[in-house]
């Protein structure tokens, strides 16, 4: 158990839905990644969290966003979904900003049909 | 741009045998590498970590791997592999010098084991 944990475990919606995926971090934890995993694309960074405030963006599509609240806990919003967006959603903490090790959560699969 | 490289998509070795991983990285910048292991349906779990240091790492389940600067390496092994070790083993580079801190993964090994 790493001590990060998704809600929920699967999640089953159809095209054109929106979907909020959380995620609480380590107990200390201050930054929260998200990455997307696909059998296509293999694990892609989406956004980085540090301490409440967007760090860095990686491949995240325009119809995603995410916030980082004073508790620590972020959430993944992915609005007008489409079938592509079918895949595994990791969320990942890590103490610091930048050069430490991140510890992954159990993950969110989300099915779009 | 940054990338990592697992060059086998899938390996299989007999229960006993030792087990070797590849990875490299290509970027100028110097790296920090994570192995992390994913069973199906679960998440991914830390095996070792290089920062710097020692460039042989030990981790957990009996893993070593070791960093080779010159060849932008950073290979997993195994002298004994377990049924249990079947699994799907990702490396993960970050980069020393960047402004973020989100670590690149290669495309994954899948490792079956033989009984």
Redesign the interface.
């Known amino acids: 158990d790493?001590g990060?944990t998704q809600t929920p475990k699967h999640l089953i919606t159809a095209t054109g839905q929106r979907v909020t995926l959380r995620c609480s971090p380590r107990s200390g934890d201050l930054?929260v990644?998200w990455?997307q995993q696909s059998l296509d694309q293999?694990?892609q960074?989406l956004i980085?969290y540090?301490n409440g405030e967007e760090?860095?963006k990686?491949n995240i599509l325009e119809r995603f966003s995410a916030q980082q609240f004073p508790d620590l806990h972020s959430e993944l919003n992915l609005s007008s979904l489409e079938l592509g967006d079918s895949a595994l959603y990791?969320c990942?903490s890590?103490a610091?900003?930048?050069?430490?090790?991140?510890?992954?959560?159990?993950?969110t699969r989300l099915t779009v049909l | 741009a940054q990338s990592v490289t697992q060059p086998d998509i899938h390996i299989t070795v007999s229960e006993g045998a030792s087990l070797e991983l590849r990875c490299n990285y290509s970027y100028g910048a110097t790296p920090?590498l994570?192995w992390?292991v994913q069973s199906p349906g679960?998440?991914?779990?830390?095996l070792l970590?290089y920062?710097s240091g020692d460039t042989l790492v030990q981790g957990i389940k009996g893993f070593e791997a070791e960093f080779k600067r010159s060849q932008s390496s950073f290979n997993l092994r195994k002298p004994s592999v377990h049924w249990s070790d079947a699994a799907e083993y990702?490396c993960a580079v970050?980069f020393?010098g960047?402004?973020?801190?989100?670590?690149?993964?290669?495309?994954?090994t899948k490792l079956s084991v033989k009984p």
């Open positions: 790493s990060v930054s990644y990455y293999g694990l960074f980085h540090y760090r860095a990686g990791f990942a890590s610091g900003l930048q050069y430490n090790e991140q510890f992954f959560g159990p993950g | 920090y994570f992390y679960q998440g991914l779990q830390l970590k920062f990702f970050g020393y960047g402004s973020q801190g989100n670590l690149i993964f290669g495309k994954g």
